[in-house]
Every structure is written in C-alpha cells, then in structure tokens.
C-alpha cells in the first residue's frame, strides 16, 4: 500500500519561500515516478513538478523557474523548494507517487498518478 504524507505548507508573505515535503511508504520514491500538484480554491488541480525514477524532471509553467523538485532515496521523501511566491500561488499542495511518465509528460495531467497524500496548504499574502 502506497502512502504519502505532505508536510512543510504555511503561511509565508510574498517574496518568501517554503521547502514542502512527501514522505512515502509502501514503495521507494528512487522505483516510482513521483509529482507534486496544486489546487486553488475553484480551480481544477494542476501540475507543478515531477520526477522520474531516473531523476529525469519535467516542470509545468507554474513551478517553472522559480520551485525545484529533488527527492533523497534514503530517506525515501520527495521535495519542493519553492521561491519567490506569489499570492496566487496559495492552494493546496498535493504529492502524487506511480505515474506512468511518458504519458504524464506530454500532457501533465493529474490523472496519470494513482496514489496521491492529503495535501498541505500553502498560504502567500501579499
């Protein structure tokens, strides 16, 4: 059984930055594609980074530039640094594990990923 559990969300002014992060169990973030998402209240859940197994990355225009996906195979846990936020980043982070990549890269669609956490709020005031 896959499990994922966000942590590091808050609230933080603009300008700011926040490190989230995914501890997995039930598998090894170094065998599965893994991803983090992001919906905002009224909005449908959208992409913002995700790596393969390989370490092989692909961001989406939100977390292009400015947030940085990794992961540390001993810990098993998946991370998003994220910087220079904006009020409009303000959702609700989600950590997604076991896409298949190919088909999650041509199009980023939350729907490749089986296995998803609770999510974490993150909050940017301006």
């Known amino acids: 059984q896959v499990h994922l559990v966000e942590s590091g969300g808050g609230s933080v002014q603009a300008g700011g930055s926040l490190r989230l992060s995914c501890a997995a169990s039930?598998?090894?973030?170094?065998?599965?594609?893994m991803g983090w998402f992001r919906q905002a209240p009224g909005k449908e859940r959208e992409a913002v980074a995700a790596?393969?197994?390989?370490?092989?990355?692909s961001y989406a225009d939100s977390g292009e530039g400015r947030f940085a996906i990794s992961k540390v195979n001993n810990n098993n846990t998946l991370y998003l640094q994220m910087h220079s936020l904006k009020p409009e980043d303000t959702a609700i982070y989600y950590c997604?594990?076991?896409?298949?990549?190919?088909?999650?890269?041509?199009?980023?669609?939350?729907?490749?990923?089986?296995?998803w956490g609770q999510g974490t709020q993150v909050t940017v005031s301006s």
């Open positions: 039930g598998h090894t973030v170094s065998s599965y594609s």
């Open positions: 997604a594990a076991g896409a298949q990549w190919h088909a999650y890269v041509r199009d980023h669609r939350p729907d490749w990923f089986p296995y």
């Open positions: 790596m393969d197994s390989d370490g092989s990355t």
